[in-house]
Antibody, heavy 116, light 108 residues
Framework: QVQLVESGGGLVKPGGSLRLSCAAS????????MSWVRQAPGKGLEWISF????????SYADSVKGRFTISRDNAKNSLYLQMDSLRAEDTAVYYC?????????WGQGTLVTVSS | EIVMTQSPATLSVSPGERATLSCRAS??????LAWYQQTPGQAPRLLIY???TRAPGVPDRFSGSGSGTEFSLTISSLQSEDFAVYYC??????????FGQGTKVEIK
């Protein structure tokens, strides 16, 4: 069955960096676009980035453009999100999700807290 | 950016009753709309895509309708597991892909 498992969240100071990972299993990973969606505490969902399966084309929300970098390693069935210059407003649960337009499978999420 | 507006913010419904949730787009998204369900502490779950196509495994008490700028999600007879927050999301004009702010369906 399809599984997505995020890791790498934690507490980081403003201006710091974190790298999130998402381990995928149960499907042909390189056939699928993958996305990151976040949810601030008590708030709604915000799309932040996607990456295509083979060509690794990417796109970012304006709120993270220039600070976050999405990547993937198809040999390892893994998705990544490098987050630099973190701000308090980046505090959220970060989900990896399968798909580009709609998201049919989601991980359980990993919490990123940006605070001094 | 397309703004998605959901109403009402909270819907109080008794088990077994019908619930209708609304989603409005700031400009036409044709039928490029999805609905998700999120229960507390859990990841969102895809219910509907293409405005009206149920995702695999979704019970047929969930139905989606609409096109252009007006959409609705109907739950025909609410079960206990259906009390949750529901989000709509457009994928017609991107980036960004945008979500509504959510409708919470609570027990009356």
């Amino acid at each position: 069955q399809v599984q997505l498992v995020e890791s790498g969240g934690g507490l980081v100071k403003p201006g710091g960096s974190l790298r999130l990972s998402c381990a995928a299993s149960g499907f042909a990973f390189n056939d699928y676009y993958m996305s990151w969606v976040r949810q601030a505490p008590g708030k709604g969902l915000e799309w932040i980035s996607f990456i295509s399966g083979i060509t690794t084309a990417t796109s970012y929300a304006d709120s993270v453009k220039g600070r976050f970098t999405i990547s993937r390693d198809n040999a390892k069935n893994s998705l990544y999100l490098q987050m630099d210059s973190l701000r308090a407003e980046d505090t959220a649960v970060y989900y990896c999700a399968r798909g580009r337009n709609w998201y049919d499978y989601w991980g359980q999420g990993t919490l990123v807290t940006v605070s001094s | 950016e397309i703004v998605m507006t959901q109403s009402p913010a909270t819907l109080s419904v008794s088990p077994g009753e019908r619930a209708t949730l609304s989603c409005r787009a700031s400009q036409s998204v044709t039928v490029n709309l999805a609905w998700y369900q999120q229960t507390p502490g859990q990841a969102p779950r895809l219910l509907i895509y293409g405005a009206s196509t149920r995702a695999p495994g979704v019970p047929d008490r969930f139905s989606g309708s609409g096109s252009g700028t007006e959409f609705s999600l109907t739950i025909s007879s609410l079960q206990s597991e259906d009390f949750a927050v529901y989000y709509c999301q457009q994928y017609n004009n991107w980036p960004p892909w945008t979500f509504g702010q959510g409708t919470k369906v609570e027990i009356k």
